[in-house]
């Protein structure tokens, strides 16, 4: 089955860090480009940032450029999102989810990470 | 503000058919393929529409995409309870050099 698996959310303070983690199956996790994508309480959903297949490039949000990292881990199938310098309005949900064909076509359930005092 | 603009809202009745429109720019949608998703809160996403018409395996042929210049929209027919749910449009955006999603718009089944 394939699957995507997000862990790592919870509460941090403003200025703190957290990394999340998605640990896929059922498919060539190698192969394929992923992202990150968000949904704040009450809004919308938002791009946060993407991974080429062999982790060689990585683009963001104007929202978390220079905050957030990207990275994978081939070998253990699985990439991840390091947050750092979180503010408030970081708040949301946090959707791991694949990029085939130029579109979002496997999700996880997301991880909820609240950044408050 | 989002840079795709969908109605806020949308609603029908069972068995009616309802569309729910997505206008950009030429930096999106008039370059780039347009892709829906729906989802439910509490649940993960689901890609409903990829490539402006193309359904993923599973999606009934009740759900239909077009695109047409800077705007595209998704079509439902046969309304039914279960389509309750938000509905967002998403587009590469070349200027933005990322992916951006359409404000949302919640289907209401009467």
């Known amino acids: 089955e394939v699957q995507l698996v997000e862990s790592g959310g919870g509460l941090v303070q403003p200025g703190g860090s957290l990394r999340l983690s998605c640990a896929a199956s059922g498919f060539t996790f190698s192969t394929l480009w992923m992202c990150w994508v968000r949904q704040a309480p009450g809004r919308g959903l938002e791009w946060v940032s993407r991974i080429n297949s062999d982790g060689s490039n990585t683009i963001y949000a104007d929202s978390v450029k220079g905050r957030f990292t990207i990275s994978r881990d081939n070998a253990k199938n699985t990439v991840y999102l390091q947050m750092n310098t979180l503010r408030a309005e970081d708040t949301a949900v946090y959707y791991c989810?694949?990029?085939?064909?130029?579109?979002?076509?496997?999700w996880g359930q997301g991880t909820m990470v609240t950044v408050s005092s | 503000q989002s840079v795709l603009t969908q109605p806020p809202s949308a609603s029908g009745t069972p068995g009616q058919r309802v569309t729910i429109s997505c206008s950009g720019s030429s930096s999106n949608i008039g370059s780039n393929v347009v892709n829906w998703y729906q989802h439910l809160p509490g649940t993960a996403p689901k890609l409903l529409i990829y490539?402006?018409?193309q359904r993923p395996s599973g999606v009934p042929d009740r759900f239909s995409g077009s695109k047409s210049g800077t705007s595209a929209s998704l079509a439902i027919s046969g309304l039914q309870s279960e389509d309750e749910a938000n509905y967002y449009c998403a587009a590469w955006d070349n200027s933005l050099n990322g992916w951006v999603f359409g404000g949302g718009t919640k289907l209401t089944v009467l």
């Open positions: 490539i402006n018409n």
């Open positions: 989810t694949r990029a085939y064909q130029n579109a979002f076509d496997i």
